[in-house]
């Protein structure tokens, strides 16, 4: 890689290579010089996803379903605008008989739309949701995480620069003066008429280095504060399960959300998601070395769960492996935790600028409001900026590695998960 000369100037810099990232790279490099900096040690919580974009069929609050419809409806548009596949498995809501009328009331007042099924699928049927009935919830949309990070990536491929961010220098405690990316070895300082930050789980201690770097003192502590309770990083634990004979159904089942995908030609994989248990959110900064761990408790009992509702999996098991999980979750911290439910005016993404110009960090709150978002923090940009600063976008091009695009996987395809056999899954708890 040829030596850059001195400083990277650009007229946006965004840390993070998160769905958000790649989609306001995308919004903005049409008109400006964009460099999207990326570390593959920060992770990347679309690609840990299911892939399913609610619309809020499984909410109790009108006010929070509303801007999931929009944001649901926003991606669907998108997957048709650019020729990707969505629900390959329609997203089902299986309901006791006795909460019918009362979901489907609710249904109606949200400007939800559904179709009734008629009886459960195939895969539940025997189970202890068989006598449930069915409906197909039509405003969720049900993509490819990985296709999805792909057709963005690749309108933005020239931008993408791999690196890590070891420190943020300030102008008069006023502005970024520039952000300092370790690129291949080098000490790269990066200097941005605008800077963003969307970089999920990251984010906190990237404002956690901004703070440090603050010199008055009043600011620097406010600073701090900011960054430590900028963000909740909840705990969700995530069941694999793939084989040839899985049939293709996605549906929320009793506290369950299974979510399906076709892994390859001949196999599918489901995505098994109980309710989040807050006891493991973290407030602010998040140590991203670590991967949470499991726990083979929680594990056993959601097997257990899975096979209630869905017995078929035990006729099947010699063509079986499952794996586990527990994902990280970015969210506004008035969406996680026990007091979550009380909020009056739920903000599903947040905006924090920490008083800074031409600055902002941004917390979607789910994939699914990334483009809601990204959009917002365009317009903010462009008002901002105006024209270009006149860049030459070559220097940025030099440092990026196309190429990558192709490489880019969900995780519930991923051979570095354990799999392991089905009927052995016993022996694995015995341990």
């Known amino acids: 890689m040829p030596e850059p000369a001195g400083d990277l100037d650009v007229d946006v810099l965004i840390v993070g290579g998160s769905v958000l990232g790649h989609y306001l790279a995308a919004e903005l490099g049409d008109r400006y010089s964009v460099c999207l900096l990326t570390d593959p040690a920060g992770g990347d919580e679309a690609l840990e996803s299911d892939g399913l974009l609610s619309a809020g069929y499984r909410g109790t609050d009108v006010g929070r379903i509303q801007p999931a419809r929009r944001a649901a409806g926003y991606w669907k548009l998108w997957a048709e605008n650019h ?163 899985l049939p293709l159904v996605t549906a929320s089942v009793d506290g369950l959300q299974i979510v399906a995908h076709r892994a390859s030609s001949t196999d599918v994989v489901w995505i098994v998601t109980p309710e989040i248990d807050d006891a493991a959110t973290t407030l602010g900064p998040e140590d991203l070395r670590f991967t949470p761990q499991l726990d083979r408790d929680a594990v056993a009992a959601l097997l257990g769960r899975l096979v209630d509702v869905s017995p078929l999996l035990e006729e099947q098991a010699a063509t079986l492996r499952w794996a586990a999980r527990v994902r990280r979750k970015t969210e506004h911290p008035m969406m996680a935790g026990p007091g979550a439910g009380a909020v009056g005016r739920p903000s599903p993404a947040k905006i924090e600028s920490m008083g800074l110009e031409g600055f902002a960090a941004l917390w979607p709150g789910h994939v699914s409001y990334a483009m809601i978002v990204g959009d917002v923090a365009a317009e903010r940009i462009v008002e901002h900026l105006g024209r270009p600063g006149g860049f030459d976008h070559a220097d940025v091009a030099r440092l990026a590695r196309p190429g990558l695009t192709l490489d880019l996987e969900a995780r519930f395809v991923s051979e570095d998960l354990e799999w392991k056999d089905w009927g052995a899954f016993r022996s694995w708890f015995s341990r």
């Open 83 to 245: 020729d990707i596949a969505y629900d390959a498995a329609p997203s089902l809501l299986v309901v006791p008989p006795d909460e019918e009328v009362a979901r489907v009331r609710f249904w109606l007042d949200a400007a939800l739309h559904v179709e009734r099924e008629g009886p459960v699928p195939s895969a539940l049927r025997g189970g202890s949701a068989s006598s449930h009935v069915c409906f197909r919830a039509l405003d969720d949309v049900v993509l490819d995480p990985a296709a999805m990070v792909r057709a963005l990536r690749a309108r933005v491929e020239d931008s993408c620069v791999t690196g890590e961010v070891v420190d943020v220098t300030l102008a008069n405690d006023s502005a970024v003066d520039a952000v300092e990316a370790s690129i291949d070895g080098q000490i790269v300082p990066i200097v941005a008429r605008y800077t963003v930050f969307a970089a999920d789980a990251a984010n906190a201690d990237l404002l956690a280095k901004v703070a440090a770097r603050t010199r008055n003192a009043i600011s620097r502590r406010e600073r701090a504060e900011a960054a430590r309770t900028c963000q909740a990083v909840r705990k969700q634990l995530q069941l694999f399960v793939r084989g040839p004979g």
